[in-house]
């Protein structure tokens, strides 16, 4: 019987991971497994899966509707191997990743009878849909909307009932309204996940891979480590600096004073957080990766601003 697969799409820093690990969590006792790809060469959420997963699979420094595309099959190929095998796979695109070739790729029929693709959620934010209703026109979203099977409408709770209209509203220019679902911290139903049946692989096409067309890539990553913590002030205004180049921001950070007490940092548009980080995030003070469209960041640049918050 083949294994079901869940493929989580959506917008940069809409809380993918989060809706993720309340699959993993709430999810009837069912193992399962987790792939997750992350546009840079450190893969934080990968480290923020890791405690929930049955095994979690770390594809980094690439998209996987195009460069890492091989890299997801074999991983599933891995996967399917174990024993036992999991009983599910739910599969993390990035935030910069246009899910259509991921979804005709597990709709070959070669792939479908071990590993079925189930369910496709996109992430939307509520929020920034909310004050830009114009998001939509973007083509990598609308495409993340319209390859979905459900939109988890997400950060419901931050936004106000005419907010959440014009957030819905939006959305349901391009999907039906009863494929919305307005959620909280990722909170969907596991049972939307899990419903079965909503895909049937594709005919087999031997010129597919022949017509296949990959986007010109729009966004860079760099990434930025220390092994000293950073001073707060210096970094709070280094990141007051670095946001309006900025599409997206994460990773764990130390700040002096406060040894062994890692932070999560993120960063969305221009709301950055700090939270307590998980106790998988050890390693150096400081993990960081930097997300923008291309040519915006001067990594050189961007590289001292951040050094110069490091402390002796």
Do not use: Y
């Not at 209703?133 to 419901?156: E, F, G, T, Y």
């Not at 692989?201 to 010109?216: G, L, V």
């Amino acid at each position: 019987m083949a294994v079901p697969v869940i493929l989580v799409t959506g917008f940069l820093g809409a809380g993918k991971t989060t809706l993720i690990n309340h699959l993993l969590t709430a999810n009837g006792g069912r193992r399962l497994a987790a792939v997750v790809n992350d546009f840079g060469a450190i893969n934080i959420d990968a480290d923020l899966i890791a405690e929930n997963a049955d095994g979690v699979v770390s594809l980094a420094n690439g998209c996987i509707c195009c460069s890492l595309q091989g890299d997801l099959l074999r991983t599933l190929s891995t996967l399917l191997r174990r024993e036992p095998p999991p009983e599910g796979i739910v599969i993390e695109t990035s935030g910069v990743s246009d899910p259509a070739e991921v979804v005709r790729s597990l709709l070959d029929p070669v792939i479908w009878k071990d590993a079925a693709l189930e369910t496709v959620i996109a992430m939307a934010d509520a929020r920034a849909l909310a004050d830009n209703p114009a998001l939509l026109d973007d083509a990598l979203c609308r495409s993340q909307i319209a390859s979905a099977d459900i939109v988890a409408l997400n950060k419901a709770d931050l936004v106000d009932e005419a907010e959440l209209a014009r957030a819905r509203k939006a959305v349901a220019a391009l999907k039906p309204e009863r494929v919305i679902f307005p959620v909280a911290e990722g909170r969907i139903a596991p049972e939307l996940a899990f419903a079965g049946g909503g895909h049937e692989p594709a005919a087999p096409d031997p010129q597919a891979a022949a017509r296949a067309r990959f986007a010109t890539p729009r966004f860079e990553t760099m990434t930025f480590t220390a092994d000293r913590p950073l001073a707060m002030d210096a970094f709070q205004a280094a990141i007051g600096r670095l946001a309006p180049r900025l599409v997206r921001a994460k990773g764990f950070v130390t700040f002096a004073g406060q040894p062994g007490r890692p932070m999560l940092f993120q960063l969305v548009g221009d709301r950055a957080t700090l939270g307590p980080a998980p106790a998988v995030s050890r390693g150096e003070a400081v993990r960081l990766v930097l997300i923008a469209e291309m040519g915006r960041i001067d990594p050189a640049e961007t590289r001292a601003i951040l050094t110069r918050c490091t402390t002796a």
